[in-house]
């Protein structure tokens, strides 16, 4: 069996940034105790179908630095994980008091929400805490001795130049971040950031542009020293999400709390209720519980393994009954986006900022393995 993590989302949040499509609830007054209490007993009914204990723990959101630090304290001994455990923070929750709490809770890692050191692009972008304080937030992180910790950065934001994008990296790298986690700014439905640029008042950042700021950041990082080993995550040596490699590397995970996506050893996928008061009243219960079809399965598998810079394990394609047409792929491996390496399709140089499209056609390309089933060492 291999190793296992156990995602906990907890959907508070003080206000919804007008990009977010994420599953999130604004409420002053939100039932944070009843819900740690649905999410252990959603961990106690489906902890026999995990082997030992998880490796990794996350706590992501939502705002999960808004959860009162007893409470987190409880989840972190009931689930009880043997390494990695990460909190998403945002800046503002940054004090010396909550790094403090946090750390004695058993948090080993922090992800903060950083997104911007712009003040014009933090007031669009809607962020809560101040750009200026931010370097001395980050500051305070290391200060307090967590083994490790995370940035995020969104660029492509209506209006930013490259010349932004660099002071963005360049005080991002100040703080001696030891990984970073890198997002275009794009359109979701339903969000209030989609409704602007649909009305016209505001410009997506045209592909060029973002293509261009991309391979400046990937650039930048890497010179710095924080290796591309995802399409969108950079890291020092031995700071890598260990957690998030679960998802990357198609290993099994619990997805609990309100709306959570889970794989269980079995193969099965389960999702959680979206609505934390529905998931509050029965834990136990799933808007979804199924076990995907070879084909579902198969894409599942290239969704994850393809974003990640050890690539698809081919063996384990055809261990689902799967191979892929040599047409598309040999196309992608002339045209250098993908590399063969050691039985693994990788991404590689110009692949990279267009991971999607290559995707695409692989996904296009998933034929059924000829000559039937597929050989046990393949497995």
């Not at 959907?11 to 939100?30: G, I, L």
């Not at 890692?109 to 712009?118: E, H, K, N």
């Amino acid at each position: 069996m291999s190793p296992f993590g156990v995602y906990v989302h907890l959907p508070w949040c003080r206000s919804r940034c007008p990009y977010c499509s994420f599953n999130v609830r604004v409420d002053p007054e939100a039932p944070q105790a009843a819900y740690a209490d649905a999410v252990l007993d959603q961990w106690a009914g489906l902890r026999g179908s995990f082997p030992d204990r998880p490796d990794t723990l996350f706590f992501g959101g939502g705002t999960p630095s808004l959860t009162p630090p007893p409470l987190l304290a409880r989840l972190v001994a009931a689930i009880a994980p043997v390494g990695e455990v990460t909190l998403e923070a945002n800046p503002e929750d940054l004090s010396p008091e909550n790094l403090d709490a946090w750390r004695a809770a058993g948090i080993t890692r922090l992800s903060v929400g950083a997104q911007t050191f712009s003040p014009a692009h933090a007031r669009l972008l809607k962020r809560a805490h101040s750009v200026r304080a931010l370097p001395e937030a980050l500051s305070r992180v290391i200060r307090a001795g967590f083994e490790s910790w995370s940035a995020d950065l969104i660029f492509a934001v209506p209006g930013q130049s490259l010349d932004d994008l660099r002071a963005d990296l360049d005080a991002l790298l100040s703080t001696d971040a030891p990984h970073a986690s890198l997002y275009g700014l794009t359109t979701h439905p339903g969000t209030a950031y989609t409704q602007a640029v649909r009305s016209g008042r505001l410009q997506e950042a045209p592909p060029e542009l973002w293509r261009d700021m991309y391979d400046l950041a990937t650039a930048t990082l890497e010179a710095a020293g924080l290796a591309r080993y995802e399409v969108s995550n950079f890291a020092r040596s031995g700071h890598r999400s260990r957690h998030n490699e679960h998802y990357w590397r198609a290993r099994p995970y619990a997805g609990l709390g309100a709306g959570a996506h889970g794989w269980l050893p079995d193969g099965r996928r389960t999702v959680g209720h979206a609505d934390p008061a529905a998931f509050i009243e029965s834990p136990r219960s799933w808007a979804s519980i199924e076990l995907p079809a070879p084909r579902e399965a198969a894409i599942d598998l290239l969704l994850g393994a393809l974003r990640h810079v050890d690539g698809v394990p081919l063996g384990r394609l055809r261990a689902l009954g799967f191979d892929l047409a040599p047409g598309p792929v040999n196309a992608l491996i002339r045209g250098g986006a993908l590399a063969r390496v050691d039985d693994h399709l990788r991404l590689q140089g110009p692949g990279w900022p267009v991971s999607d499209a290559a995707l695409l056609r692989l996904v296009d390309a998933l034929a059924p393995v000829s000559g039937g089933p597929p050989h046990p060492e393949t497995a």
